[in-house]
Each structure stands twice: as C-alpha cells, then as structure tokens.
C-alpha cells in the first residue's frame, strides 16, 4: 500500500507564511505541509487539506504548528476543523490541537472551532457538529453540537455551554464557502451537465 499524500495548502487567500526547518517562504495553494511545518497568517486565511478527507481553516492571525499528521499546536488564532468521515464513524480520524493551557480532542466527523485567546490566556472549543472534549491538567469536559466550553491555565473547563451555532462572522463564512466549494466539486462528478 502507497504511503498517503500528506497534507497539503488546498486554498490560499490573503497573506500566509510557511516555515519549514527555519526557513520561511510565502504560502500557497498546493504547498505540502509535514510535520515540524509552521504556518502563519496575517491578513489572510488558509485551509489546509488532510489525507483522510479532513480541513483545516485557519483564520487571520493565527499561528499553527503541525506535530503530527494528526496533533496540530495552536499558539496564537483561531481555526476551524472539519473532521471528515461521516459515511463511516467509527474510524473517522481522531484529532488532537494544542494550545498554551489545553487540549481538544475530536471524537468522530464534525466540525469544532479552537481558539487560543492570548489576551484571557483563554482556549475555546465550540463543536457546530459532531463530539469532542477539552482536557487541562485539572479535568476535562466534553461537548456534542451546539455546545463550548472555556479552559484557563490550571483550571478545569468550563460546562459545556450552549451557544448559536447559527450566528456567523467573517470567518465562519469563509470557512462554510470552503466546505461548499469542497463538497460541491466532489458531488457535481455525479450530476449530468
């Protein structure tokens, strides 16, 4: 069996900067991603694309580091993670983003917004579909869709807390015309000219 494509930039739009073995080079769109790679936005947002099917969208200002194929280290942004696998749950990829005081953990498909808030040196998990839970040393909380919970430094996370899934800004949108442009391509093979 062929070893799978790695990720890789699918989509580049505004100003992004990949680092790679110290060295930095401006980010664009099919540019593979390996572990040990860093990528940096500013004015711009990024979606990265994993082999099993999954995305990563990065927001502006955000600064994300990849460990592993599946262990990503957020210090700085937010992104959003589009956990592929729907047809088959049960071996959907599990993934696992880092922040400075947390850990969130998918559980199954779904889409889950991370966030490191430097300012509160706060981390936010907020699953719009799907499952997964947010560790610190002191505890762990999982939520299901339509659920956040909050995580400071050696505190548990917050309960889990409602929140409108249906209320988006700029990079919400962004990142669902992502996921329509991804998934309208995939299914147009099927639909007659």
Avoid: C
């Avoid at 099919?30 to 500013?42: F, H």
């Avoid at 995305?55 to 955000?62: G, N, R, S, T």
């Avoid at 779904?110 to 560790?135: D, Q």
């Amino acid at each position: 069996q062929a070893p799978a494509a790695p990720a890789h930039l699918a989509f580049v739009d505004g100003g992004a900067t990949l680092e790679r073995e110290g060295q930095a080079e401006t980010a664009a769109s099919g540019m593979p991603l390996v572990p040990g790679d860093r990528l940096r936005t500013t004015r711009g947002r990024v979606e990265v694309l994993f082999p099993d099917g999954s995305a990563l969208d990065v927001d502006e200002f955000a600064d994300i580091e990849l460990q592993s194929t599946t262990l990503l280290r957020l210090t700085s942004g937010r992104v959003m993670l589009i956990v592929a696998g729907v047809s088959d749950p049960a071996n959907a990829v599990r993934y696992q983003v880092d922040t400075p005081v947390a850990s969130a953990l998918t559980d199954g498909p779904g889409e889950y917004r991370i966030a490191w808030l430097s300012g509160p040196g706060e981390t936010e998990l907020a699953a719009f579909r799907g499952a997964a839970s947010l560790s610190t040393e002191t505890g762990s909380t999982a939520v299901g869709a339509g659920e956040r919970t909050l995580a400071r430094d050696l505190l548990a996370p917050s309960l889990p807390l409602p929140f409108n899934s249906a209320r988006f800004d700029a990079f919400h949108r962004w990142s669902f015309t992502r996921r329509d442009a991804r998934l309208g391509t995939a299914s147009m093979r099927y639909l007659p000219r």
